[in-house]
C-alpha cells in the first residue's frame, strides 16, 4: 500500500536556526498538508497546498513558516529563525483530490519528524 | 478555541466487549468526519468517516455514528482486539467551504486480553 514517507524521523536544531523538514506524498494525491502535535497536546493544522500554492492555513502558519513543493515528489516544511516552542511532531498528510476539494476526503499521514529545539 | 472536543482521555474494555469512543464538536457547519487510529511512533491512520448526510457508517468491525442535533459522532468497535488498543482521535471539516481540518485530543484506548 503507498504511503507517506517524511524525513527526517527527528531532528535536533539550535533555537534561532532555520529546519527543512521533507515530505513525500502519495504520488497520485493532489492535496498536501501539514500538521504539528506538541506534546500531550491535539493535532493542529498547519496548512493546506493545493496546485501548487496554499489552499489554508491556520494562525499558526506564521511568517516563519513556508512550504514548498520544489519537484513532482516532495513537499517541505521550512520553519525560520526556530524557538522553543516550535519543539513538536510534525506530520505530513496528503489526499486525492475530489469534488469537495480535499476537505470529504480521508487524509493519509506519514509518521511524523520530532523536531526538538535546544 | 476547541471546536472538536474527545472528553473522555482514556478508555478500558475486555477483550471482545465493545469499544465506544465519543467526540463532539461545536461548529454546526462540520459535514465531514474522521476516526483515526494512532500508534505510538507512528502517524495517524485513517480508520473509517461519515458525511452529514448520513448517520451510521459501517465498515467490518468499526461503525460511526453521527447525530447532528446534539453535535456528537461515536465510533463503535465490535468486538474489540487486544491490537485496537492504540489512540484515537476524531477530526472535522467544513468540507464544502475548504479542507482544513480539526482534530480532538484523542482518548487512548486499551483492551484487556
Known amino acids: 500500500e503507498p504511503e507517506v514517507t517524511q524525513t527526517p524521523s527527528h531532528q535536533v536544531t539550535q533555537m534561532g536556526q532555520e529546519v527543512i523538514l521533507r515530505c513525500v506524498p502519495i504520488?497520485?494525491?493532489?492535496?498536501f498538508y501539514w500538521y504539528r502535535q506538541i506534546l500531550g497536546q491535539k493535532v493542529e493544522f498547519l496548512v493546506s497546498f493545493y496546485n501548487n500554492e496554499i489552499s489554508e492555513k491556520s494562525e499558526i502558519f506564521d511568517d516563519q513558516f513556508s512550504v514548498e513543493r520544489p519537484d513532482g515528489s516532495n513537499f517541505t516544511l521550512k520553519i525560520r529563525s526556530t524557538k522553543l516552542e516550535d519543539s513538536a511532531m510534525y506530520f505530513c498528510?496528503?489526499?486525492?483530490?475530489?469534488?469537495?476539494?480535499?476537505?470529504?476526503?480521508?487524509?493519509?499521514f506519514g509518521d511524523g519528524t520530532r523536531l526538538s529545539i535546544l | 478555541d476547541q471546536q472538536v472536543k474527545q472528553n473522555s482521555p482514556s478508555l478500558s474494555v475486555q477483550e471482545g466487549r465493545i469499544s465506544i469512543l465519543n467526540c463532539d464538536y461545536t461548529n454546526s457547519m462540520f459535514d465531514y468526519f474522521l476516526w483515526y487510529k494512532k500508534y505510538p511512533a507512528e502517524g495517524p491512520t485513517f480508520l473509517i468517516s461519515?458525511?452529514?448526510?448520513?448517520d451510521k457508517n459501517e465498515d467490518g468491525r468499526f461503525t460511526v455514528f453521527l447525530n447532528k442535533s446534539a453535535k456528537h459522532l461515536s465510533l463503535h468497535i465490535v468486538p474489540s482486539q487486544p491490537g485496537d488498543s492504540a489512540v484515537y482521535f476524531c477530526?472535522?471539516?467544513?468540507?464544502?467551504?475548504?479542507?482544513?481540518?480539526?482534530f480532538g485530543t484523542g482518548t487512548s484506548l486499551t483492551v484487556i486480553p
Open positions: 461519515i458525511s452529514s448526510i448520513k
Open positions: 498528510a496528503s489526499s486525492e483530490g475530489g469534488t469537495g476539494g480535499g476537505g470529504n476526503q480521508p487524509q493519509h
Open positions: 504520488s497520485n494525491h493532489l492535496y
Open positions: 477530526a472535522a471539516s467544513e468540507s464544502h467551504t475548504g479542507n482544513q481540518f480539526y
